[in-house]
């Protein structure tokens, strides 16, 4: 007998639980819906959005920080020595620039926007903007230029530090001839490179 | 066979033609014939554009969405546009499938929906042809959508096609049987096979339609109709031969663009089909609900009715999860079937008495 | 090349059609590319037609070298990967690895951080659960509770988006404290959301999908993982507590600040089967995420004013040699690091994370043994794994 009320029961609930069902799916054909047609349409960004990496690169002063805890290295970067001659002026909280940067290129197709190379920066100048739109055709486009430098100023500098390098080199054979002449002091610091 | 020649809308207007007079009337018949199958098939591809872009926006509103928005007002042409990329899509036969079968199968259950048709009465005169066995032609016609499946599912050579033929089969077959139970009890009230006169013996207000006057039999056979006709063409909550989550699409897996949308335009005829007959043996077909209401034509109503179900069918699909194959089966043998008898027995009371 | 005849092979097997009807079992492979395992999983499934006689689990797809990858990046830098581990809980990664990283420096969080870690990661719980109700409706067939899980979970998204700026990796907890503050209004917003949230649970996405009778029919008494079993296998999480097994390590191993909250841990009580069945363990989902609004409104209102991140902690983190496990009560389990330092390295010498969702899956074989096809989506839905946290 149970079991014939078990039966009954069943069909009783599940065409209770039916039409419960049916009851609620029908108030949501009339109620708003939470779409946001995107293109026409855009939810305001937070200003705490991670999207963009933009370096403002008059104020970098290529301390390599960025670089170093980038978990993913897509930050490359290039730096010259400046020459006695150069003036590379302040950064805008007045640290010194000791660096010209022939080369600042994020690669925005490796970047995972997880924003901790912004916080070490010491000047402030890598910031995560709210540009989320900037998909490109080739890939190589996503790697993102910074550098101020015009190609021709590039090579001249890389040519001069090329020179300041080979004049280093130089000086250090002679330190180390001089050093394997004097018996005792062999080598000496070697191997710091350039 | 054919009975009552009058009632074919399309033969009459052949005849008075006088352009076509110097015809033989058997060609007249063959071309009238052939009309009504071209009209239909409109109808039916008509329907499935409509009725996909209803579905889409259906479920989208229930899901707190807006659904297509973009081509046309509020995405009306986005299933046309689609079934455009679906016919210039390039035709993929794989390799190691029965190609003859693959092939066959799409036509074969696109057939068998577009072939019940025939006999729906849409309005007093609206009838390609009133047979005097309608209501069985319907139910021997719409059995062959299940050679169709297997093949589709057999010939693709995957096993996850046939894992959705296997089940497709084994529910069509099953839930014939409630179907074919809760047409009886159709069947009995009128006491014809023939579908104008089922709808005939229904007239004169919405509570002379075999759902309310045979109460609660009536009922319950339409019910029990609805619910079988649901298995019947695989819509949710059992929509198991092609269980997305599952078997990835059952049977239609190896196929893609036009042979695709065949298997779809199939499914959403047969969602018509269904909704045409439930009108027709349950809810009064053509006729009006009041008298009151009569100057409204007849297949304005049969539509109107038709599509409230269609759009049943659509709400259940974005309300329900999906029953597991056993639980399928219980509930045919088990539930349906007894109830199916006891409304017989007790339609056949009603009509001793 | 020989020709070979169909008969051969028959008598080969010992199965001539012949000799009676030839019969064999069917190799399914369910998976990587299927619209239910949930990611990239591989099941080889053997298969008597509809019922399962052996699914073997074939992980690996999603393997990103997780932990060789913490060993050559800094400290801070293996937080970003520990939120692609299980990306749908980025919060409950961030906070394991944060917690044993301090253990093994021996510093301590500041109030405020302390807090606003509690309230992410139980946000995060509740949009993690969110995601393992929707999909779960979506494995059984239901497609609709799936988007509105996610219209709820998006709201949680916005609040982490104003918060922190990302929406799904978050990169929030950082060694010593927490990168943002909290912005104005936060705690309206979410206590707004946390009002609508448990009407919503309430209202619809338990009469439309943890009630109705399909559903019930579908998921009770399939999967039944006994208390032993779920112990015997290292199950920890909702998997367990489904298993009617009374274990949370927010209360019985308490971390962070959670002795400060008063909050229930549910089990699985068998209401609709056996314990332990696929309904238990959904419906432990569902009830903890009302549960994580309790702790979230009750961190909102105790939360002090002051710093967010520890004035010791460096921009170059120098962590003292040692060996440590930390661990937490992510939403999936227990998830834990054990860490090895040298003291002098600027990361981890060597890093082993123990995810929970592999230690689910494992017993997937145990209890899907002898079930039906759909069973096998039902049951892998109900572990609610990611495949990003199995393969690492």
């Not at chain 2, 591809?45 to 509020?74: C, N, S, Y």
């Not at chain 2, 159709?186 to 104008?196: D, E, N, R, Y």
Request: glycine share 8%; hydrophobic share 45%.
């Amino acid at each position: 007998m149970q079991s014939v009320n078990q039966y009954f029961l069943n069909i009783y609930i599940a065409i209770k639980s039916v039409l419960i069902g049916m009851s609620i799916t029908f108030r949501h054909l009339f109620t708003k819906s939470v779409t946001v047609q995107y293109p026409r349409e855009r939810l305001p960004i937070p200003g705490t959005s991670r999207n963009l990496l933009l370096n403002k690169i008059e104020d970098c002063i290529g301390c390599d920080q960025c670089v170093r805890v980038c978990p993913v290295n897509c930050i490359t970067m290039d730096t010259i020595k400046v020459f006695p001659e150069d003036d590379l002026g302040l950064a805008s909280d007045g640290s010194k620039k000791r660096l010209w940067l022939p080369r600042f290129d994020i690669d925005m197709a490796k970047c995972c926007y997880c924003g901790l190379c912004t916080y070490p920066c010491p000047t402030e100048c890598l910031i995560m903007t709210d540009e989320y739109e900037y998909a490109t055709y080739e890939r190589n486009d996503l790697v993102f230029k910074f550098t101020d430098l015009d190609p021709i100023q590039i090579a001249e500098l890389k040519e001069k530090d090329h020179i300041r390098s080979m004049e280093k080199e130089k000086k250090k054979l002679e330190t180390a001839k001089q050093a394997a002449a004097k018996p005792g002091k062999n080598g000496g610091k070697s191997g710091e490179g350039t | 066979m054919i009975q009552a020649e009058y009632y074919n809308i399309f033969v009459k207007i052949i005849d008075q033609l006088a352009v076509l007079d110097f015809l033989p009337p058997v060609w007249k018949f063959i071309l009238a014939s052939v009309i009504a199958a071209l009209v239909f098939f409109h109808v039916i591809a008509i329907f499935a554009l409509v009725a996909i872009w209803v579905e889409r926006k259906v479920a989208g509103h229930i899901q707190d969405r807006l659904g297509p928005m973009e081509t046309g007002w509020h995405g009306v042409l986005q299933t046309l546009a689609d079934a455009i990329k679906l016919l210039i899509k390039e035709d993929i036969i794989a390799g190691g499938i029965d190609r003859r079968l693959f092939v066959l199968a799409p036509v074969i259950v696109f057939m068998t929906a577009l072939a019940v048709f025939v006999v729906f009465p849409v309005g007093e005169n609206f009838i390609v042809s009133d047979l005097n066995i309608g209501i069985l032609y319907i139910v021997a016609i719409s059995t062959l959508v299940v050679p169709g499946i297997i093949m589709a599912g057999w010939s693709s050579n995957n096993k996850w096609s046939l894992f959705g033929a296997m089940r497709s089969a084994a529910q069509i077959v099953s839930y014939e049987v409630p179907v074919g139970l809760a047409i009886v009890c159709a069947v009995m009230a009128a006491g014809s096979l023939s579908m104008q006169t089922i709808v005939e013996s229904q007239a004169g207000g919405f509570w002379n339609w075999f759902i309310f006057s045979k109460f609660p039999f009536g009922f319950i056979a339409f019910f029990i109709y609805f619910v079988a006709s649901l298995a019947e063409i695989n819509r949710t909550p059992f929509d198991l031969p092609e269980a997305e989550s599952e078997i990835v699409a059952g049977y239609m897996t190896e196929y893609s663009g036009m042979r695709w949308s065949f298997f779809f335009l199939a499914e959403y005829g047969n969602m018509l089909a269904v909704g045409a007959i439930a009108t027709t043996l349950f809810l009064g077909g053509w006729q009006t609900p009041i008298s009151l209401l009569s100057f409204i034509p007849g297949p304005v109503w049969f539509t109107a009715k038709t599509m409230f179900l269609v759009f049943v069918h659509i709400w259940l699909r974005w309300t329900l999860p999906r029953l597991r194959v056993d639980q399928l089966m219980y509930m045919c043998w088990k539930v349906l079937t007894p109830f199916a008898f006891v409304s017989i027995f007790g339609i056949g009371l009603w009509m001793t008495f | 090349m020989p020709e070979i005849k169909t008969d051969d092979v028959y008598i080969e097997l010992g199965k001539h059609p012949k000799a009676g009807f030839a019969t064999d079992d069917m190799i399914l492979q369910m998976g990587p590319q299927h619209p239910s395992t949930h990611g990239v999983l591989r099941i080889e499934c053997v298969t008597d037609g509809e019922i399962i006689k052996k699914a073997t689990c074939h992980i690996g797809y999603l393997h990103r070298c997780f932990e060789k990858h913490a060993e050559n990046v800094m400290w801070q830098g293996v937080i970003p990967f520990t939120d692609r581990m299980d990306y749908l809980a980025s919060m409950g990664q961030n906070f394991s690895y944060v917690i044993t990283v301090e253990k093994l420096m021996g510093i301590e969080v500041p109030e405020r951080a302390e807090y606003m870690r509690v309230i992410t990661a139980e946000l995060q719980r509740i949009a993690s659960h969110l995601m393992a109700y929707g999909t779960y409706g979506m494995d059984i067939g239901a497609f609709t509770p799936f988007l509105w899980a996610f219209r709820e979970r998006e709201y949680v998204l916005d609040l982490f988006e104003k918060l922190c700026g990302a929406r799904l990796l978050y990169n929030y907890m950082w060694i010593g404290g927490v990168s943002h503050d909290v912005y104005d209004g936060f705690a309206e917003e979410c206590m707004s959301f946390l009002d609508t949230f448990e009407r919503v649970v309430f209202e619809e996405f338990n009469p439309i999908l943890t009630y109705n009778k399909i559903f019930i029919e579908r998921t009770a008494n399939v999967g039944i993982l006994s208390p032993e079993l779920a112990i015997d296998y290292g199950i920890t999480g909702p998997c367990l507590r489904g298993s009617g097994v009374d274990w949370d390590l927010r209360r019985d191993d308490p971390y962070s600040i959670y002795d400060r909250f008063d909050f229930e841990v549910i089990t699985g009580k068998g209401e609709m089967g056996t314990v332990g069945d696929c309904w238990d363990r959904f419906m432990v989902r569902v009830l903890e995420m009302i549960e994580s609004v309790k702790i979230i409104r009750q961190a909102l209102q105790q939360m002090p004013e002051g710093p967010i991140m520890n004035e010791k902690i460096k921009k170059v983190i120098r962590v003292p040699a040692g060996r440590v496990y930390g661990r937490t009560e992510a939403p999936r389990g227990e998830l834990g690091y054990y860490l090895i330092s040298d003291g002098k390295g600027r990361g981890p010498n060597r890093l082993k994370a123990r995810s929970p969702c592999f230690s689910n899956l494992s017993v997937l074989e145990e209890i899907s043994r002898g079930c039906m096809l759909a069973d096998l989506i039902a049951i892998i839905g109900s572990l609610d794994i990611v495949l990003g946290c199995v393969d690492r």
